[in-house]
């Protein structure tokens, strides 16, 4: 009676760990089929444009730059 449920145990174990292991094999063909598919589809990003510091920008960093200032000094 031992020898029965021990061999059930195994049988299961090794259905389950098959049913994991298929399922993530799939999962990792899906993935890289979706990734493949999605690099031919869409087109490369454009390169970034020349690197400085525009108004707008400069702008943005002393409101940032203010705003840390003021929270650090309890308002």
Do not use: K, N, W, Y
């Amino acid at each position: 009676m031992d020898s029965e449920v021990i061999d059930q145990g195994l049988r299961l174990m090794f259905v389950g760990m098959g049913t994991v292991f298929a399922f993530l094999t799939i999962l990792v063909a899906a993935t890289a089929a979706m990734s493949s598919i999605v690099q031919r589809l869409l087109p490369a990003p454009p390169p970034p444009a020349a690197v400085g510091i525009t108004g707008a920008t400069v702008t943005e960093v002393a409101a940032i730059t203010a705003a840390i200032a003021q929270h650090r000094h309890g308002r």
